[in-house]
């Protein structure tokens, strides 16, 4: 479930804050533990209201964040779009947490936004399902394990 979706603004973008919770079960934490690679992909829609019509969509974007189990250096990698390097982990509570949080990131430029109208954020995560190698089926032993899907959450403001 998407938690704590907040909608502000630096001097030049709009930013958007978000948390998912109770997205990690014992089956997806043992596949990770097991080195299988797992993202979370994060949808982002910005919509302006409109009375009298349907809400216009002015975008929806797509961010993954992907964690990997090395199980010989003991860390766990975090990475996520945009970033040129994963992020390293010792601990596994601190790479999920990491896995789980949006900070800050840039929905728009304000100058796409009209002065004194309302608008909303909708977001919600899916859990991407794992292929393996050489473009076999998906694994059906974890395919009970990969059914994660979080209901859209908005958040309204003015601007």
């Not at 919509?47 to 969509?57: T, Y």
């Not at 990698?77 to 992020?87: C, I, L, N, Y």
Request: net charge positive; aromatic share 14%.
């Amino acid at each position: 479930m998407v938690r704590d979706l907040m909608v502000t603004n630096n001097a030049s973008h709009l930013l958007v804050y978000a948390r998912v919770t109770n997205c990690f079960t014992k089956g997806i934490e043992a596949a990770i533990l097991a080195g299988v690679p797992t993202t979370f992909t994060f949808i982002l829609e910005l919509f302006q209201e409109r009375s009298g019509w349907l809400d216009k969509k002015l975008i929806r974007t797509t961010l993954r964040h992907t964690i990997k189990y090395d199980n010989v250096k003991k860390l766990f990698q975090v990475s996520a779009d945009g970033e040129k390097e994963a992020t390293a982990f010792p601990d596994f509570e601190s790479a999920k947490r990491s896995m789980a949080d949006l900070n800050g990131v840039p929905l728009v430029p304000l100058n796409a936004l009209k002065k004194n109208a309302h608008y909303y954020v909708r977001s919600k995560v899916k859990l991407d399902k794992v292929r393996l190698p050489l473009h076999l089926e998906y694994l059906f032993f974890f395919a009970s394990l990969w059914d994660f899907e979080t209901d859209w959450h908005r958040e309204g403001f003015a601007y």
